[in-house]
């Protein structure tokens, strides 16, 4: 299964979303954001020798932090160098070998974004409780119906503990999708800058459990 | 049936096609140039829908020709391109290309990249020059790049600092900040000796002891790299979290660390370089010969 998380706005979430999810499904998680990547860095060949014919998909392939992940560069020399249109069959190099491919789309609505969901059998729609997140991913559903690749869920992340849940179905409707919710947490941002999944640090908390909720779902809708 | 109508113009060494291809009844065509290789035009960085290569593959409607051009080093021929039909048109699938033509490129422009280094004075740029723009910015000589290595390093930096901490605490970023002072890169194997040098600067590289420089510059580096083999054995070998606290404290602190870490990945790429450089100078070392019997004849 390849499955790409995007979002069109940047910052809502979407590394961690990926991040977590390859942790609960045992994915390798492409960090696809070619110009601003995210997740944390690792030795080797990365994406952008990747895509420039420099090395394999697999042999960028880290297996040792936590979560099996295809690092992105940093340089914006890499980016020049880089064929965005190769990361469709990187993709699928990662998925033959390991099963499942968890892609972190980039922001925006560019060509980058656009392959990342081409690249992918379904998409994770994460946005956050705010107007303009909302806005950018409704733009970013349109991406996904564009390029015909179906969405799996809509993650709904760092949703207030006091939120009542009302507005979920608007949702659900403006976005086409069922609706998973993530609260927020200082546990997420914990593990963030730790560097490991939040069921990794704390296995226990909500957010954990809101995640591991998120992937049952997700293996139940694609039969993973 | 098809048919196609051509006219070719050679303008400043570069061959411009126009076809035209006209049919009674919408059918599929594949065009391959007899030209190659060929220089498609392109939609946002990539060859225009239907070009693989020298071929075209397209659709041609009943009553409206297909225009197409294109261009090619390649002297004219006669004709330039082949026509084949391929049927009845099908919805053709949507490519990755297809992607990239619908929602624009995301290459920065070369300006946001290093700038080409001088080329040991000869004036001249090869292709391979001009290639080692894309090198990622640390693999180009600092000296020349400082100022724009400095602009990349902020965006990097300003990132960094704000939206993800590295797994293990020693990031490779290879554009972290504060690395101006650990790093000693050599000049980029891909970046000199490539020139092509005129006759004045083979005389002038001949008469003053060729490599004098070029050896103590790259020497210069391997010491340098050895330098900070040498602090990360310090770093590794503490025994206890106050010795290591020491050592921290001594070179600089965790930032000063976490450089380190990514100015060692940098390196690596380097020797990688070099290493590979190396071996075909070499290669090329031992097949070469000055030929002097014949130049002595002619002087």
Same mark, same amino acid.
């Given at each position: ?43 080797? +060949? ?19 932090? +936590?979560?099996?992940?295809? &690092? ?55 946005? @956050? ?7 950018? !991913? ?42 998973? @919710? ?9 593990? @963030? ?12 908390? &909500? ?12 293996? !139940?809708?694609?039969?993973? | ?31 391959? =140039? /007899? ?93 391979? /020059? ?15 790049? *400082? ?26 970023? /290879? ?32 008469? =003053? ?5 070029? =050896? ?14 040498? =602090? ?13 606290? *020491? ?14 870490? *990514? ?16 071996? /075909? ?6 097949? *070469? ?11």
């Amino acid at each position: 299964m390849r499955l790409a998380v995007t979002g069109g706005k940047g910052g809502v979430g979407k590394s961690t979303v990926a991040y977590n999810v390859g942790a609960a499904l045992d994915a390798v998680v492409v960090d696809a954001d070619l110009g601003m990547a995210d997740l944390p860095p690792r030795r080797g +060949p990365d994406l952008h020798d990747v895509l420039a014919g420099r090395a394999s998909p697999l042999e960028a392939v880290s297996e040792e932090g +936590p979560v099996a992940l295809l &690092p992105c560069g940093r340089s914006l020399a890499g980016v020049r160098t880089a064929d965005p249109t190769a990361l469709v069959d990187v993709v699928k190099t990662v998925e033959r070998h390991y099963g499942t491919a968890v892609i972190d789309s980039p922001a925006g609505l560019r060509c980058d974004a656009g392959l990342a969901l081409f690249a992918a059998e379904a998409c994770l729609l994460v946005t @956050q409780p705010e107007r303009a997140a909302l806005a950018d !991913a409704i733009r970013a559903r349109e991406l996904a119906r564009a390029v015909e690749t179906p969405l799996a869920r809509i993650v709904l992340n760092r949703v207030p503990v006091c939120s009542d849940g009302s507005r979920l179905d608007s949702l659900e409707t403006a976005l086409g999708g069922p609706v998973s @919710q993530i609260p927020d947490s200082a546990v997420v941002r914990r593990a @963030q800058r730790s560097g490991l999944p939040v069921r990794t640090l704390e296995p226990e908390s &909500p957010a954990a459990e809101a995640f591991d909720s998120l992937c049952r779902e997700l293996v !139940a809708a694609l039969a993973l | 049936m098809a048919s196609l109508d051509w006219r070719c113009r050679r303008v400043d060494e570069v061959t411009l096609v126009e076809l035209a291809v006209r049919s009674e009844f919408d059918q599929g065509v594949r065009i391959e =140039s /007899q030209l190659t290789p060929v220089w498609p035009p392109r939609r946002q960085g990539v060859p225009a829908a239907g070009w693989e290569g020298a071929t075209f593959e397209g659709v041609v409607e009943a009553g409206t020709p297909l225009v197409l051009g294109y261009a090619s080093p390649a002297e004219p021929v006669e004709p330039p391109a082949i026509l084949t039909q391929t049927g009845a048109p099908t919805d053709e699938a949507v490519t990755a290309r297809d992607v990239v033509r619908a929602l624009g490129d995301v290459t920065p422009p070369r300006d946001a990249t290093a700038p080409l280094p001088p080329q040991n004075g000869s004036g001249h740029t090869t292709p391979d /020059q001009i290639n080692s723009t894309h090198l990622p910015v640390d693999q180009v000589d600092p000296t020349h790049t *400082a100022s724009d290595r400095e602009n990349t390093t902020h965006t990097a930096s300003d990132r960094k600092n704000s939206t993800h901490t590295p797994t293990d605490g020693t990031g490779s970023d /290879q554009t972290a900040p504060d690395q101006s002072e650990v790093l000693h890169h050599p000049p980029s194997p891909d970046t000199r000796s490539r020139g092509v040098p005129d006759a004045k600067s083979v005389s002038t590289e001949t008469d =003053s002891d060729p490599g004098d420089a070029d =050896s103590g510059e790259a020497l210069r580096w391997f010491e340098a790299v050895e330098g900070r083999l040498a =602090s990360v054995e310090r770093l590794s070998s503490a025994s206890d979290a106050d010795e290591a606290r *020491a050592v921290l404290e001594e070179l600089g602190g965790i930032e000063s660390a976490r450089s380190l870490q *990514a100015t060692l990945e940098s390196d690596r790429r380097q020797l990688q370089e070099v290493r590979g450089r190396a071996e /075909q100078l070499h290669v090329e070392l031992s097949t *070469a010969e000055v030929p002097l019997a014949t130049l002595e004849r002619i002087v």
